[in-house]
């Protein structure tokens, strides 16, 4: 069975850095691509980086040059590296991975891991 693991959220001051990792396991016959989501309370969950196995990665506007999608492929594991953080509400980051089991393809999300950006 799939799982998606996340971990590495927690409380950082505005201008620093956190990197959130999920590690992905079980079943997998391939992966078609990772990405990251995020949604702060009374908001949509929103696209923050994708990265398409074999494609280019993207970023939304809000945090590009800033946040940086990159994965291990020996570790299955996908990573956030989120620098210059600015001061804004709470938010959980889920994991995503759109991948090729033995159930076939489907998406996955990780549990979410809450980041938060405070003086």
């Known amino acids: 069975q799939v799982q998606l693991v996340e971990s590495g959220g927690g409380l950082v001051q505005p201008g620093g850095s956190l990197r959130l990792s999920c590690a992905v396991s079980?079943?997998?016959?391939?992966?078609?691509?990772m990405a990251w989501y995020r949604q702060a309370p009374g908001k949509q969950r929103e696209l923050v980086a994708t990265?398409?196995?074999?494609?280019?990665?993207t970023y939304a506007d809000s945090v590009k040059g800033r946040f940086t999608i990159s994965r291990d492929n020996v570790q299955n594991t996908v990573y956030l590296q989120m620098s210059r953080l600015k001061p804004e509400a709470p938010a959980v980051y889920y994991c995503?991975?759109?991948?090729?089991?033995?159930?076939?393809?489907?998406?996955?999300w990780g549990q979410g891991t809450q980041v938060t950006v405070s003086s």
């Open positions: 995503y991975a759109d991948l090729t089991g033995r159930a076939g393809r489907r998406g996955y």
């Open positions: 990265r398409p196995t074999g494609g280019s990665t």
């Open positions: 079980g079943g997998i016959v391939s992966f078609n691509g």
